[in-house]
């Protein structure tokens, strides 16, 4: 089945700094889809991608699709203490069946 | 507009004892995915189902799990003789199945299971 790898496992970050983690497969993905983990929380649908190089922004976040579609990123800009919590990139694959990725854990220091 | 609801929110059980989760989808949602979360890990698929199907068993282990979806009613996953390391958090998500590829879970605030 699909697996797909994310780095870093970890990430502290000052308030104010900038915050990036990547997604890679070592297959074509169908679609990406990101979301997100408040700690003790469940995780929330933020956004899905398609198409090959495909980008979209939500307020400070960016999410990018690689052309060859088996990586993908998502950016923030400038965080925020709101924005702690763990993402996750997930795909779905053949019968609809989502696989998430290993997660990036972010801490950010106010 | 209800959501994903599990129940129970936290479940004690002593090892040997049977756990039975429970997931209702949200409303004209007909798919249901569970997956586990071990603390600092990632979401580990167990399974997919349909109304009445299970689409995808790939991540449950062959032996004490087991799970359903009935035509009525809410989605089970079913653990028996329960071990320590079944200690986790179990989510459940749903879709609403329409035959696109590309859709979005939505996900019930979990069940944490706690094997003594």
């Known amino acids: 089945g699909q697996q797909v790898m994310q780095i870093p496992q970890y990430q502290h970050v000052q308030e104010g700094e900038d915050f990036t983690t990547y997604c890679n497969s070592s297959?074509?993905?169908?679609?990406i889809q990101w979301y997100k983990q408040r700690p003790g929380g469940h995780p929330v649908f933020l956004i899905q991608l398609v198409k090959s190089g495909e980008v979209k922004k939500q307020k400070r976040l960016t999410f990018q699709f690689g052309e060859a579609k088996k990586n993908s990123s998502l950016h923030i800009t400038a965080t925020q203490t709101t924005d702690v919590g763990t993402y996750f990139c997930?795909?779905?694959?053949?019968?609809?069946?989502?696989?998430f990725g290993t997660g990036t854990k972010l801490q950010v220091i106010p | 507009n209800a959501g994903v609801m599990q129940n129970p929110r936290h479940l004690v059980r002593r090892r040997g004892q049977e756990a039975r989760l429970r997931c209702s989808p949200m409303k004209g949602h007909s798919h249901v995915y569970w997956y586990r979360q071990l603390p600092e890990e990632g979401l580990k698929f167990m399974v997919y189902l349909q109304k009445e199907n299970i689409i995808d068993e790939s991540g449950m282990p062959k032996e004490r799990f087991s799970a359903e979806f009935p035509k009525e009613g809410p989605s089970i996953l079913r653990i028996q003789q329960v071990v320590r390391g079944d200690s986790a958090a179990y989510f459940c998500a749903s879709s609403s199945g329409q035959g696109n590829t590309n859709e979005k879970l939505f996900f019930g605030s979990g069940t944490q299971l706690s094997v003594l």
């Open positions: 297959t074509t993905l169908s679609n």
């Open positions: 997930a795909s779905s694959g053949g019968y609809q069946k989502v696989t």
